[in-house]
């Protein structure tokens, strides 16, 4: 689905941290991608997303080549990107309010897709049960919990219906219960194969436990990607599982210091 | 901080300024301070007259500036804002003529534009204009940078930026910059109107009472004039605490 190839990306008087840098991801899967601090992980999630483009090099999303935002990968950052002066469900809607505005052009919004309003709130309504931050509807995101503006932000990114959900930092200062949640509730988005999903994260524990397949990242620039195989992981019991510990250690163990 | 107002307070303030006014002129015994029971007459008498007219030319002057500047300042601030490198170019010339006090301006504005209303107006919005110029670039500027990337990601261009997120992110600021500006805005009209023209309180309070030692009628000009702000101040504060619901805790 995803296809990188060769790309090179540095910010500007900075050593690339990406240079020759490929990797494909298959439809469906769920990777972890994770490495200390200023590897380039989110930079990754941003060239992914089109916000970002690589100086050299392409990456092509089900083989178009991604030169801008595509209406049909969702991107949820760390700090969740709520407009402070909207309701939650304001919030939740701005995805397909910003499609409304633009219409079903094919570069701001899916060609195939012809929402109406009444549909479009159906929509968000449909997101906000499910993620139970229905009874949030109107409050404002700085009355909100971190955990409930991390859930406005997946309701936002999943009511534009994404094939692509890439998530950055999903988890980080969530008390235990909140994040134990969100994370199954992610695992349950992609159970069914359709949604493909990218964790960026630098929380080794997190990364075994919802990473298909894990992508370490290095300081001072990556050139090959280095991939572990964690095919156990998405299940929930699987982080009480002798395996799971195991991998932890081992990707301590090429991670080295710096996480 | 400012001074929270609402329908009890205006009426309590009336009220208490009212009284103090009263025994002044109690004290006072002369023509030259009328009592509020002398001018609060006179004033609703001749405000359905000549008083009415002046006030309406007044407002209207005011009421056009603010929407010139207005229309004029927030497309400008937000394109400061969302181009840093032309802002640093501009920012020098920004600095030097925010503090000008643009009232010095009255006779070259006459001078080019002519004496008529549309110079009065120009000047006022001029005051207001770079008042608002400057916060809606600052808010502008610093709206976070992740914020931008995360509605881009949502499909967002330039236009859908703009309406969604740089507009309501400011319009707060420029409601602000307007409550703080409108004070001077009235001053300024008051001096621009005491000649070239013969319609606005300024000309009526200085030319038509004050030079032919009308004081009571001069009086409910300055109440009409200080109602006018008053209306203003209250209408914008109405406003602003309507746009910044989401910053009640």
């Known amino acids: ?259 | 901080m400012r001074p929270q107002i609402n329908l009890r307070t205006a009426l309590l303030g009336i009220i208490m300024f009212t009284v103090i006014w009263q025994v002044l002129a109690w004290i006072v015994r002369q023509p030259i301070l009328p009592a509020p029971s002398v001018v609060i007459p006179i004033f609703f008498q001749s405000i359905f007259r000549d008083l009415g007219m002046h006030f309406l030319a007044s407002t209207a002057r005011v009421v056009a500036a603010i929407l010139i500047a207005v229309l004029g300042a927030v497309p400008i601030g937000l394109i400061l804002g969302q181009m840093p490198k032309l802002d640093r170019v501009m920012a020098p010339l920004i600095a030097i003529t925010y503090p000008i006090p643009k009232i010095v301006l009255l006779p070259v504005i006459y001078i080019f534009m002519g004496i008529s209303d549309i110079s009065k107006i120009f000047l006022i919005a001029l005051i207001i204009f770079f008042q608002i110029l400057v916060v809606v670039r600052d808010e502008a500027a610093n709206l976070h940078p992740e914020l931008i990337l995360s509605v881009r990601s949502l499909g967002a261009g330039r236009r859908a930026l703009f309406r969604y997120v740089y507009l309501p992110a400011s319009l707060p600021a420029v409601v602000t910059a307007l409550r703080l500006s409108v004070g001077t805005a009235i001053a300024v009209l008051f001096i621009a109107e005491q000649s070239l023209t013969s319609y606005g309180l300024g000309y009526y309070i200085v030319v038509e009472t004050y030079q032919v030692l009308q004081y009571s009628h001069m009086y409910a000009g300055i109440l009409a004039m200080s109602l006018l702000g008053l209306l203003l101040y209250f209408c914008i504060s109405s406003i602003e605490s309507h746009l910044c619901k989401y910053q009640k805790g």
């Open chain 1, 1 to 259: 689905m995803i296809d990188i190839q060769d790309i090179r990306f540095a910010y500007a008087n900075e050593p690339p941290i990406f240079d020759e840098f490929s990797w494909q991801i298959a439809r469906g899967d769920a990777w972890a991608v994770i490495g200390p601090s200023g590897c380039g992980k989110t930079s990754l999630l941003y060239l992914l997303a089109g916000l970002y483009l690589p100086q050299k090099g392409q990456i092509r999303i089900e083989n178009k080549p991604v030169t801008a935002p595509r209406p049909r990968s969702g991107l949820v950052l760390q700090d969740h990107g709520l407009l402070p002066w909207a309701s939650v469900y304001q919030n939740a809607r701005l995805g397909l309010t910003v499609r409304g505005f633009y219409g079903s052009d094919g570069r701001h919004a899916p060609i195939d897709e012809e929402l109406t309003m009444p549909e479009a709130d159906q929509r968000v309504q449909y997101w906000l049960q499910k993620l139970s931050i229905q009874h949030l509807r109107s409050q404002y995101p700085s009355h909100l919990s971190r955990g409930q503006r991390q859930r406005t932000a997946i309701a936002r990114t999943l009511a534009m219906q994404p094939d692509l959900l890439m998530l950055d930092e999903p988890f980080s200062a969530l008390d235990a219960p909140t994040r134990q949640d969100l994370q199954q509730l992610i695992l349950n988005l992609g159970a069914d194969g359709k949604l493909t999903i990218i964790i960026v994260t630098h929380d080794i524990e997190v990364a075994v436990s919802m990473g298909r397949r894990i992508l370490a990242l290095n300081l001072g620039g990556n050139r090959h990607a280095r991939i572990i195989e964690n095919d156990d992981a998405c299940q929930p019991e699987y982080r009480y599982q002798r395996q799971f510990r195991d991998q932890c250690d081992y990707l301590h163990t090429i991670l080295g210091d710096l996480i």
